[in-house]
């Protein structure tokens, strides 16, 4: 009796961490396999930010979701439970749905990106050599460059005309299609090389990406190859070199995301930081029902992997312009005083995924505060670097508002930081939007070889995450 009496007290007076699929039950794992198998739809689809934005703006309008402008125009009035979203340069994407309570009391909002790292195409970038043809690249973001040799990429992106034109490009995804990649040095001579570190080994200015090998046919040609190109570019698409100069194009890992381990718990992709929130983000706001107590928003936002810079980044005014605009739809008088209230009463979880503890590379995290594998969305007070440079750090009170809501839905989660102490560490969008007086934190799936061009997430992970987003929204707050 007594050593049952001291196994319920420590039971009450510790924490405890474990694998979340123990406490599942079997008709929940069929709504995670089904999430699941949506989300990978999704990320197959979304190989770009354009992509993503495009994908998201199709499932928004299929649930009856109206764009923002449109309204604007007619000056029509916005309600408890209108749907609404709005685009920025066809990259970056807000959607709500109108709360019963004023924006003034603020709003649940959920922030991702879907910006990932890439290899994007120079504005002069074809030439030839060597009886090749290749692309020249910047890569987008931070990679380890030597992961990007030797391997199938595809090719995304759009042309724009002068007349505004936009030719859209994908190439290598399908079955039937060709695929690119950038060459490696054979083992055989690679003396020098394996000599150099895992950073030196492969430069960028030679990450450029093999295209064709076969000449043209026009025998006036100097670059008969490069021209070979040109012409196969003309003949499908209709564009010329010059139309380069204008031109968004990315090189992305080729072919869907799949399951992946004998148990089939895994997903491997591309993209998955952070297109992994933004889809469970999306799908909890498609899945609201009804008008929440507080309006419901979500952001899918671009150029996070670049500091949030650019008018489709966080660092502009978009958000902030188009509460504005949601404001002065709301009835009355449009306010500057009622758009602060509006910023600073809301509450925000910044969706960004975290690293899984990885056991092939353990002295790289405390392994007690890094998120593990299949125990629920993770939670993440503070990100920044050395001594929390950079961060958010969210404050107690509203973490603990977190922590009841995720209680409240049965809701698996787990707290953890981005690696060791002076280990490295990472940012997102939760500084940016915390400027407001929001209250904010970090709040996603962790996930395996981040930044990798193929990354790893754990199917359990996800559903927790949509199920903790969706809460969120859904949560009245406990004082009005």
Same mark, same amino acid.
């Given at each position: 009796m007594a050593k049952k009496t001291a196994a319920t007290k420590t039971k009450k007076l510790t924490y405890a961490r474990a694998n979340g699929y123990d406490k599942l039950a079997p008709a929940e794992f069929k709504k995670l396999e089904a999430l699941c198998a949506e989300y990978r739809a999704f990320l197959g689809a979304a190989k770009t930010e354009r992509q993503a934005h495009d994908e998201a703006v199709k499932l928004l309008e299929t649930a009856g979701f109206k764009d923002l402008d449109a309204?604007?125009?007619?000056?029509? !009035?916005?309600?408890? /439970? +209108?749907?609404?979203?709005?685009?920025?340069?066809?990259?970056?994407? =807000?959607? @709500?749905v109108m709360g019963k309570e004023p924006l003034e009391k603020g709003l649940h909002i959920v922030g991702g990106h879907t910006d990932s790292p890439r290899l994007d195409v120079k504005q002069n970038p074809l030439y030839e050599s060597g009886e090749m043809a290749?692309? +020249? $690249?910047?890569?987008?973001? /931070?990679?380890? %460059?030597?992961?990007?040799? *030797? =391997? !199938?990429? *595809?090719?995304?992106?759009v042309f724009v005309k002068p007349d505004g034109r936009k030719i859209r490009v994908a190439i290598g995804e399908e079955p039937g299609d060709p695929v690119f990649c950038i060459t490696d040095l054979l083992p055989h001579l690679g003396q020098d090389q394996m000599k150099k570190t895992l950073a030196e080994g492969i430069e960028g200015e030679n990450l450029d990406v093999l295209v064709g090998s076969r000449p043209s046919r026009d025998k006036g040609a100097k670059d008969k190859i490069k021209l070979r190109v040109l012409e196969i570019l003309h003949e499908r698409y209709g564009v010329t070199e010059e139309d380069f100069l204008s031109a968004e194009l990315e090189f992305v890992p080729a072919g869907p995301p799949r399951e992946a381990g004998l148990d089939r718990s895994l997903i491997i992709g591309y993209g998955q930081d952070d297109r992994v929130c933004a889809f469970t983000a999306l799908k909890a706001l498609l899945d609201l029902a009804g008008a929440p107590e507080y309006a419901a928003c979500v952001l899918l936002c671009d150029k996070e992997e670049i500091g949030s810079y650019g008018a489709t980044g966080m660092q502009s005014n978009f958000f902030e312009n188009t509460i504005s605009e949601m404001v002065g739809l709301c009835g009355g008088q449009y306010s500057e005083l009622v758009l602060k209230r509006s910023l600073n009463n809301s509450w925000m979880i910044s969706a960004d995924v975290n690293a899984t503890f990885d056991p092939l590379f353990a002295s790289v995290s405390e392994k007690k505060? @890094?998120? =593990?594998?299949?125990? /629920?969305? &993770?939670? $993440? %007070?503070? $990100? /920044?670097?050395?001594g929390k440079s950079g961060a958010n750090d969210s404050n107690a009170e509203f973490v603990a508002e977190i922590r009841r809501i995720f209680a409240k839905s049965d809701v698996v989660w787990q707290a953890a930081e981005l690696g060791k102490v002076d280990q490295g560490g990472g940012g997102t969008i939760a500084c940016l939007m915390a400027r407001y007086g929001m209250n904010v934190v +970090? &709040?996603?799936? @962790?996930?395996?070889? =981040?930044? @990798?061009?193929?990354?790893v997430s754990g199917k359990f992970d996800v559903y927790m995450t949509y199920k903790g987003f969706l809460a969120f929204m859904k949560d009245k707050r406990r004082s009005r």
């Open positions: 309204l604007i125009a007619r000056q029509s !009035p916005l309600k408890p /439970g +209108d749907k609404i979203f709005r685009s920025c340069a066809g990259k970056t994407l =807000m959607a @709500a290749l692309l +020249d $690249t910047h890569y987008y973001g /931070g990679i380890k %460059k030597y992961q990007w040799v *030797a =391997m !199938p990429l *595809a090719l995304h992106g505060n @890094a998120a =593990m594998l299949n125990q /629920g969305t &993770c939670l $993440t %007070k503070y $990100t /920044g670097a050395r +970090d &709040c996603g799936v @962790a996930i395996l070889s =981040m930044h @990798a061009p193929w990354e």
